[in-house]
């Protein structure tokens, strides 16, 4: 679900100097995947103003010298260079070639001069990273892709991520999550600048829903950040995933990392981007995921050895992130999945997955709250992410899943 803050729906902020609202500077980097390149590219620089769809004026800007090498080793010469995004009303980073490198100071510059004479600026996917660079995300939401979160976190403690969403809009910033994400912040710019029908218009044309409802939450992977490695509390945290079917709760965690709760609230933020009650609570959710998928445990079986304290804990946190009751998730997977699959990946989750032991009377981690997708990786046999037959017609869809156009 899109983040359309108070500030996005105030007036824009007047352009100086030679910008103009209409005109989208979209700035290239060498290394960048094309993937990512070609959709402000798709969006903002083709004439579809027969299908009703308003037309832009679009910039491509070469953040350094060229020619620019992409995926597959294509060279592509941008045709402007940083000069010409003084005169866009938008400007748009669609992706950084690197997490770890730094991108180039003349490019920063520029963007910071554009946002200070009133100009929109977008990050799509790891764009993030170039626009906290530039100090363009401090004190502000943002996300990016989940997978990149945690870092983007990290390495700019004053930006606040939030690793849920499809994209963030935050006024005159706005970033999105990974790859298909840019296409959805790229329809929301449209319908922001022109309305609904106009969005529309353009949705149907690039064959694409207008609106995608739910967050990352349902792409999340079981891997835990590369960062978390080396630090104190990866310890904490194996021992955390080790122990998921049993009742326990922050502070139980808080206290094995010899810390209060603060600080280990502070520090378990700043390493994963995101709250520890809500790590906890996810990697509940992904575990009964799994044994729903490759089990033939109850629903309140598997509650308990996920480490709910009720099978009402575990529906009422499994719809707030999945959009699905946990026997209905079950049966729509069942019912695509070919015969026997589940089947031989269930005596794999059975010696993953301890049994339900005694309660600690440990007050438990069911409170309510929203999930955020830094996961971690509990053994083998994950089956939970759509294969190449999702789409297959006949075969019903995974709740949350988008049917087929």
Request: with cysteine; aromatic share 6%.
């Amino acid at each position: 679900m899109s983040q359309d803050s108070a500030a996005a729906t105030e007036a824009a902020r007047k352009l100086t100097g030679r910008r103009r609202r209409e005109v989208v500077a979209v700035l290239l980097f060498s290394g960048g995947p094309i993937f990512e390149s070609s959709i402000p590219l798709s969006v903002f620089g083709i004439d579809r103003q027969d299908a009703g769809v308003p037309r832009y004026r679009l910039l491509v800007c070469g953040g350094e010298e060229g020619p620019l090498r992409t995926t597959g080793g294509l060279e592509l010469t941008a045709p402007y260079g940083l000069e010409a995004i003084s005169r866009a009303g938008t400007v748009v980073v669609p992706a950084w070639r690197s997490i770890t490198s730094p991108p180039p100071a003349e490019a920063l510059d520029a963007l910071r001069r554009a946002h200070e004479e009133g100009a929109r600026i977008v990050g799509l996917c790891t764009g993030a990273f170039v626009l906290a660079a530039a100090g363009l995300l401090d004190g502000r939401p943002a996300t990016t892709h989940w997978m990149y979160a945690p870092t983007l976190a990290k390495r700019y403690p004053s930006v606040h991520v939030d690793p849920r969403e499809l994209f963030v809009d935050d006024g005159d910033v706005l970033t999105s999550a990974g790859t298909a994400a840019g296409i959805d912040l790229c329809l929301h710019i449209v319908r922001t600048d022109h309305g609904t029908e106009a969005a529309g218009a353009l949705a149907r044309r690039l064959v694409v829903p207008p609106r995608r409802s739910g967050g990352q939450e349902r792409y999340l992977d079981r891997s835990l950040p590369e960062e978390i490695g080396s630090d104190p509390l990866a310890e904490v945290v194996a021992w955390a995933l080790e122990h998921l079917h049993e009742q326990f709760d922050v502070e139980t965690l808080a206290a094995r990392a010899y810390m209060s709760r603060r600080t280990f609230d502070r520090r378990f933020r700043s390493l994963t981007g995101s709250a520890p009650l809500q790590w906890l609570i996810t990697q509940r959710v992904l575990q009964a995921q799994r044994l729903l998928e490759t089990s033939d445990y109850s629903v309140d079986e598997v509650a308990g050895r996920c480490g709910f304290r009720s099978p009402v804990a575990l529906r009422g946190h499994f719809r707030r992130q999945l959009g699905s009751s946990p026997a209905a998730y079950r049966a729509a997977f069942r019912a695509r999945r070919p015969q026997g699959v589940a089947e031989s990946a269930a005596t794999v989750v059975e010696t993953m997955v301890p049994s339900q032991g005694p309660p600690s009377g440990r007050r438990g981690s069911s409170l309510s709250s929203a999930a955020v997708p830094v996961a971690a990786s509990v053994g083998s046999g994950e089956l939970s992410l759509p294969g190449p037959d999702a789409y297959v017609p006949g075969r019903p869809a995974l709740p949350g899943q988008r049917s087929a156009p």
